[in-house]
């Protein structure tokens, strides 16, 4: 019998049942596991709080695979036991945002916070703007959110390179960024934060880009110098859409707030109200796999 361990009594009606066999127990991952819950062999992650400490995780003796629902791992990495398999959330939250990202770029090519502005004053003032039609975009990332944005603006006719790890048909390394910087009409970050992304996007890489260039980030604060940023956006050389900062959340009196030509969303991308349902989804998929020792999906660490 399988014991799995959701975080509140909503994920647990959510699930039903455990495929294969099983029993589910409820905890949210704060203050000690009850006996019930020490004996968690399947947890599934809080994803509206952080990780348990690390000696609270300890106390579930039993405990062979976490699954979050969430694409990022980083704070579970430290708290993680030795031994146990951990798998994200990929495509949980992709399209929810990579349409966020696909939003915040079109809202600043066709300038829609200047409307706004001009609507709260009551002004009808026309401006002409760029269109997607073979604008050259870069996307940082070739996985589940990259692929969704990539798609969403081909449908506009726009060049789209991605740019990841490892060079294939119509993907691009980072090695390549400075010859692609130059002509890049807008670059949109859709990496995962690692020690060789974070501050990818610094002073030379923006400096990089033409005038008038646009940087959209849904993926991690950390990836972009933050004062780099600032810089060029006060020189009006770039504008830019950030659903995540850095720091985050971002402060108030942080110098991003009133800098010009950014439009800032707080951290929203993947927590649309799809995002239990598409989880679940999952869990009971990789419950169906564990129960048959098939492969898990979107393993991160461990594996088996
Ligand atoms: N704003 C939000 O609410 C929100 C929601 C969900 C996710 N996110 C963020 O978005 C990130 C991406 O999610 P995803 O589901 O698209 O991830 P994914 O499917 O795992 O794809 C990650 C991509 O990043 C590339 N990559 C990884 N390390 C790299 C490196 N050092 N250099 C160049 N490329 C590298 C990979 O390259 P290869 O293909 O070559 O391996 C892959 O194409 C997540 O990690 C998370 O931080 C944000």
Not at 60 to 86: F, I, K, N
Not at 257 to 286: C, D, F, K, M, S
Request: net charge negative; charged share 20%.
């Amino acid at each position: 019998v399988t014991i799995v361990c959701v975080p509140t009594a909503a994920e647990r009606d959510l699930l039903e049942d455990v495929p294969g066999g099983g029993r589910v127990v409820v905890w949210d991952g704060t203050g000690d596991p009850g006996a019930d819950v020490a004996e968690t062999e399947f947890l599934v992650g809080n994803y509206l709080g952080g990780p348990p400490s690390a000696e609270a995780l300890a106390r579930l003796g039993g405990l062979r695979v976490v699954q979050l629902l969430s694409a990022g791992v980083e704070p579970w990495l430290p708290v993680l036991p030795d031994g146990v398999v951990l798998c994200n959330g990929r495509g949980v939250h992709g399209g929810s945002t990579a349409e966020l990202a696909v939003a915040g770029l079109l809202s600043l090519l066709r300038h829609l916070p200047d409307f706004a502005a001009a609507q709260e004053r009551g002004e009808w003032s026309p401006r002409t703007a760029d269109d997607l039609d073979g604008l050259r975009v870069l996307v940082l990332g070739a996985g589940d959110i990259a692929r969704r944005i990539g798609a969403a603006l081909r449908v506009f006719d726009a060049e789209v390179t991605y740019v990841a790890r490892t060079a294939r048909e119509d993907v691009r390394t980072l090695a390549d960024l400075p010859h692609l910087l130059p002509s890049a009409r807008a670059v949109v970050i859709a990496l995962p934060l690692t020690e060789q992304t974070r501050g990818l996007v610094d002073a030379a890489f923006l400096a990089a880009l033409p005038d008038g260039a646009m940087l959209v980030n849904i993926a991690r604060g950390r990836i972009v110098h933050t004062d780099a940023l600032v810089a060029e956006l006060r020189r009006g050389r770039l504008s830019a859409f950030l659903d995540v900062t850095d720091p985050e959340p971002l402060p108030a009196g942080h110098p991003l707030w009133t800098a010009p030509n950014v439009l800032i969303t707080p951290h929203v991308g993947g927590g649309t109200t799809g995002w239990r349902r598409r989880g679940y989804r999952l869990v009971r998929e990789q419950l169906t796999r564990y129960a048959a020792g098939d492969q898990l999906l979107n393993v991160v660490e461990g594996g088996y």
